[in-house]
Structure formats: C-alpha cells, structure tokens
C-alpha cells in the first residue's frame, strides 16, 4: 500500500512535517534576536574564550542561552548569568 502511496504525486510522508532540533541548521542571527541585551553582552564576553552559540531555549517565558566550546556547556539566563558547569545535557 506504501508503495501505491508514493506513486502519486501529491502524497507527502508523514516524517517531512516532524522536525528534530539535532538536523536543522540554526540561523544564527535567529538566535541572537531572540536574546535580550544582557545575553546578547555575555555571549560576546563567552566567545573571546571560544565559545558558540548553539541553542536558545524557551523555558516559560524566559530564555536561556546554550553555549558550547570543545565540549564544554555553558548557560546564560535572562539576567546575563553566565554558568559555566551547568547540570544539564546537550544530545550529540
């Protein structure tokens, strides 16, 4: 039946609407606009020591910052606080 499926030309699989944050390429710029002034000094300050901007989360309404550096995490919150031994995980 999968088969039947892909013969026609308006059939989209399931899988093209789910998306895995590990395979998109983040827009740099994206992230930086969504970090408040406070984040954007501390990402500044955090890559003089090499570190990149990976990810920027939602958690509520706040926003948390996740840099990384030669497998190192480091994390800035809404206020600008730079935490450099975080207690959390980034997937491979």
């Known amino acids: 039946m999968l088969n039947t499926l892909r013969q026609h030309s308006n059939f989209t699989p399931a899988n093209a609407f789910?998306?895995?944050?590990?395979?998109?390429?983040h827009d740099k710029d994206a992230m930086w606009d969504k970090l408040n002034l406070s984040q954007?000094?501390?990402?500044?300050?955090?890559?003089?020591?090499?570190?990149?901007?990976?990810?920027?989360r939602s958690i509520g309404d706040a926003r948390l910052a996740i840099l990384k550096q030669d497998g190192k995490i480091a994390t800035i919150n809404e206020a600008g606080i730079i935490n450099v031994n975080p207690a959390i995980k980034c997937r491979q």
Do not use: E, H, I, K
């Open 40 to 56: 954007q000094y501390a990402v500044c300050t955090l890559g003089q020591f090499g570190y990149l901007l990976t990810y920027v």
């Open 18 to 25: 789910m998306t895995d944050s590990r395979q998109q390429d």
